[in-house]
């Protein structure tokens, strides 16, 4: 009865060590020991997802509060409406009527309330001051598990948030601001009228992104890594994007090919009433992504920064 006790512990134990790696086995970082790698840690990394999804439950309860909780009030969504309104008052006919009736969609616009304001604005600011403390206590435990180090799941993410607290602070600040203004040029351009110069920044900020995308890829991982200011980690980071450009571009195929599984999932099985499919990606999503882009930029980073100056390197961390 002892005996299977300890069994069930160790079953339900989250922070215990998974299965190394054989001594005899093939470790170089391609596509083929990636599968091997994800399907051994990954009941680790879904463990992970747990810890890493509180980054964005807070964006996700600002979205329902703000488009759902909020009290909405119709407003007329096409601005030609009050002009045709009144025409039709002034003299009524057909012709009238039918711009009146093509036109009078109407829009429920949210309305101000303070109280719900108010908790959108709190759980913004929570996102924004936990956001950097987030990613450094995620990105530490995918590079131990990439790296094949004895990964034990809590404990080393909270030890890399206690290790990195004001330096993941200011990166996490950073990152908000970086990815709120390109959200923000994003919206900007595709809402402006069709002009060849909106066209051209459009499609502009569309690379800043994917490259920005790419960028993160190297900052956090390298904030955990070494002792480094964060100038030079920027620097770094922007020499990476090219370093490193073929495992980049894997890297966002396999964030690209996961996604684009999260919303076939949804769009597949919603329809038939499996509401559940909206919350599966919360599950592993997140996890994977870390995963992904970690596994893809911690060899550039052992290849240029750690290997040449060997295991006596007076700047790495460990």
């Known amino acids: 009865m002892e005996q299977l006790n300890k069994k069930k512990f ?13 001594p005899g086995e093939d470790t170089t970082p391609n596509l083929k020991f990636f599968f091997k790698l994800l399907w051994r840690k990954l009941s680790k990394i879904i463990t992970l997802n747990m810890l890493a999804i509180v980054q964005i439950l807070p964006l996700l309860a600002c979205l329902y509060l703000y488009f759902i909780a909020t009290p909405t009030t119709p407003t007329q969504y096409y601005p ?25 969609f109407q829009h429920p616009l949210p309305t101000y309330n303070t109280y719900i304001y108010w908790v959108i604005g709190v759980l913004l600011l929570f996102q924004v001051v936990t956001y950097g403390w987030q990613k450094v206590g995620v990105i530490y435990v995918t590079r131990g598990l990439v790296r094949g180090d004895s990964v034990f799941v809590w404990s080393d993410y909270f030890y890399a948030i206690k290790k990195n607290l004001k330096q993941g602070f200011i990166l996490g600040l950073i990152d908000c601001i970086a990815m709120f203004a390109l959200a923000f040029d994003i919206y900007y351009f595709y809402t402006s009228p069709q002009t060849g110069m909106n066209n051209f920044m459009y499609v502009l900020t569309i690379a800043l992104i994917v490259l920005y995308i790419i960028f993160r890829f190297y900052v956090y991982l390298m904030a955990v890594t070494f002792d480094m200011k964060i100038g030079k980690i920027f620097k770094n980071a922007l020499i990476f994007i090219v370093l490193g450009i073929k495992r980049n571009i894997m890297a966002l195929l396999g964030l690209a090919i996961l996604t684009a599984f999260a919303v076939l999932l949804v769009v597949l099985f919603l329809p038939m009433g499996l509401g559940v499919t909206i919350v599966l990606p919360l599950i592993y999503y997140l996890g994977v992504c870390a995963f992904i882009y970690t596994y893809a930029a911690y060899p550039v980073i052992k290849k240029y920064m750690i290997d040449p100056v060997g295991p006596t390197a007076p700047t790495e961390e460990e």
């Open 10 to 22: 160790k079953l339900f134990d989250m922070n215990r060590d998974g299965k190394g790696v054989d």
């Open 80 to 104: 030609e409406y009050a002009a045709l309104y009144g025409m039709q008052e002034a003299a009524s006919s057909a012709t009238s009527s039918l711009g009146v009736s093509l036109f009078s």
